[in-house]
């Protein structure tokens, strides 16, 4: 864990995790057309590289066969194959299955790795969930004289959208022509929308019938409010709680199963302890009518838990640690929840003029208040005060009460302030992934304690990810 943050492969930074059958075909399709994509076998230290073109995708036996400069140098057929595509440099692991001459056919992986180019969310709907009105421009001619067609949504950002048409319309989205969208099936739109056909690509059949996906690049942003309405029922249905994380494959079963023991365990003995139980059950009763405090208690816990073994701690008794931690973090806020959504000191000096007096002094108070609640009780887990007291403390120096640079925040505060951070990550944003995250808070992690802990995170080869992702919404 001695290396520094600029040595960890860029790699992990860039790419996310891809497991949708769609997004897997989408890629393949898009990279049909282009060149210069690369395959590559490993021997050792030794790697030997082909240029190849697609020249035939089976998407129904997952097969992809490839034309390859095979002239030189052989593959071997009992190694994996590694391919990276030219479309958003997409990576996967294939099996070799037939050679023919020059040309070599390999297994279709059921995940695959995009990098990530995108600072602007992308949501997907499933075939039928939302459709589009639109017209085909000609120029010269006046756009109302013009009539609409409709397409499914495939996907769609602020900028961007993505519509599945059938064959018979594929010859009207020429690449650069223009389109007018006129509204969604449930969001209408009051001005419309202009934009450019950048693709038009053979996607999938369904019932028999060949589907074209055509990527259109909008001359303005969908406005906020017609975004926010468009996606809201994915923002709701698809958000990641800490049962997503916990049932997630980071875990393996035994541990999971060891962990929900433990959770449950530790949560009933803070139940019985009397400095501490009133907290607890306030916590519980308040759920009833706001669930943001107990899941993000619970997702903290998670998340503890998950750090914890990509360090390779082996002390499975630390579970009870964190969820004591996590549970009586906020334990000030429980009678003022909104304070509890406060990320920090900059969002609090943005939102301090809405706060009374009390709430401001409360706020800042809060994590003397946390510790001495843990000093109150005598059983409490080793570190978990000093856990509380630098919970809102950051390694620039510019953390609260005390502005403690990473050189005086101990080892396992440094822990709880990074898996606190992760867990607003993963509650403020449905599309959320831990690449992204790592990019933000890489440069101010990277020192002391913090690095150690975040090349951990970087080295682990189980990964969390967006439950919105692993149900391809996103």
């Not at 994380?245 to 541990?255: C, I, N, P, V």
């Amino acid at each position: 864990m001695a290396d520094s943050l600029e040595n960890i492969p860029s790699i992990f930074e860039i790419y996310r995790i891809s497991t949708s059958p769609s997004q897997i075909a989408d890629a393949l399709e898009r990279s049909r057309s282009l060149k210069q994509s690369l395959m590559w076998q490993t021997s050792g230290v030794d790697k030997t590289i082909f240029y190849f073109e697609i020249v035939e995708l089976d998407l129904k036996n997952l097969l992809i066969t490839v034309k390859y400069n095979g002239e030189k140098e052989l593959i071997d057929p009992k190694r994996p194959v590694f391919m990276k595509l030219h479309f958003r440099e997409t990576l996967f692991k294939g099996k070799v299955i037939k050679f023919e001459a020059n040309k070599i056919t390999i297994s279709i992986p059921s995940e695959i790795h995009l990098r990530e180019y995108r600072n602007s969310l992308r949501v997907i709907f499933a075939p039928g969930e939302e459709s589009v009105e639109l017209r085909v421009l000609t120029p010269g001619l006046d756009a109302s004289r013009i009539p609409t067609m409709k397409a499914h949504l495939k996907d769609i950002s602020i900028k961007g959208v993505g519509l599945l048409i059938s064959k018979n319309n594929s010859h009207l989205f020429k690449k650069d022509q223009m389109i007018e969208i006129t509204g969604f099936s449930k969001t209408p739109l009051t001005r419309h929308l202009t934009g450019r056909v950048v693709y038009c690509i053979k996607f999938a059949i369904q019932d028999r019938r060949v589907l074209y996906k055509v990527g259109i690049e909008l001359t303005q942003f969908i406005p906020k409010d017609k975004f926010e309405r468009l996606i809201r029922d994915k923002k709701n249905n698809f958000q990641t709680t800490s049962t997503h994380l916990l049932e997630s494959k980071a875990f393996r079963e035994d541990f999971r199963k060891h962990i929900k023991t433990e959770i449950l365990r530790t949560v009933d003995k803070m139940k019985r302890r009397s400095t501490i139980q009133n907290y607890v059950n306030i916590l519980e009763v308040n759920s009833l009518n706001d669930t943001y405090l107990i899941e993000h208690v619970k997702i903290l816990s998670v998340i503890c838990i998950y750090i914890a073994q990509a360090l390779k701690w082996p002390d499975w008794a630390s579970i009870e640690k964190f969820v004591y931690a996590a549970y009586l973090h906020d334990a000030p806020f429980f009678d003022h929840p909104r304070l509890a959504r406060i990320r920090n000191l900059h969002d609090f000096h943005i939102l301090k003029d809405q706060l009374t007096e009390e709430e401001k002094e409360l706020f800042l108070s809060s994590t003397k208040l946390a510790a001495s609640l843990i000093n109150k009780d005598p059983d409490h887990p080793d570190h978990v005060e000093e856990m509380l007291k630098y919970q809102k403390e950051w390694p620039t120096g510019q953390g609260f009460p005390n502005k403690l640079t990473h050189e005086q925040i101990p080892l396992l505060a440094a822990f709880f302030i990074i898996a606190h951070d992760l867990t607003d990550e993963i509650i403020s944003n449905f599309d959320w992934s831990i690449e992204r995250w790592l990019l933000r808070v890489k440069k101010d992690f990277s020192k002391g304690h913090f690095k150690d802990i975040i090349a951990a995170i970087v080295s682990s080869k189980e990964k969390i990810i967006a439950h919105a992702l692993e149900a391809g919404a996103i």
